[in-house]
């Protein structure tokens, strides 16, 4: 298990902007593909984008494509998500995934750290 901590959430204007990050404290999130899922109200969870620690591809759900961006720094055994064009349907809690490479067993998740978009 790998503790994960999200933050960068908030209340934001459509149309706007905001960056999410997803810390691994104290671990190396070296051989870890990582992801970011979305659970809005009343929704089941969503996979949103997600980047591969082999090569660093980028895959993303086709609501979020060119809007959103993830990248990773290793180093400092980070993930973010950078969101633009914010919508009201993009109002959800945004949740991190580590999953060790090999494996398929579900992964890691962060406690969730919530973006509201106002119209």
């Known amino acids: 298990q790998v503790l994960l901590v999200e933050s960068g959430g908030g209340l934001e204007q459509a149309g706007g902007s905001l960056r999410l990050a997803c810390a691994a404290p104290?671990?190396?999130?070296?051989?870890?593909?990582m992801g970011w899922f979305r659970q809005a109200p009343g929704k089941e969870r969503e996979f949103v984008a997600r980047?591969?620690?082999?090569?660093?591809?980028?895959y993303y759900a086709d609501s979020v494509k060119c809007l959103f961006t993830i990248s990773r720094d290793n180093p400092k055994n980070t993930m973010y998500l950078q969101m633009t064009s914010l919508k009201p349907d993009d109002t959800a809690v945004y949740y991190c995934?580590?999953?060790?490479?090999?494996?398929?067993?579900?992964?890691?998740w962060g406690q969730g750290t919530q973006v509201t978009v106002s119209s």
């Open positions: 995934n580590a999953e060790r490479v090999g494996l398929s067993d579900g992964g890691s």
């Open positions: 104290g671990c190396i999130i070296r051989n870890y593909n």
């Open positions: 980047i591969t620690w082999i090569g660093g591809s980028t």
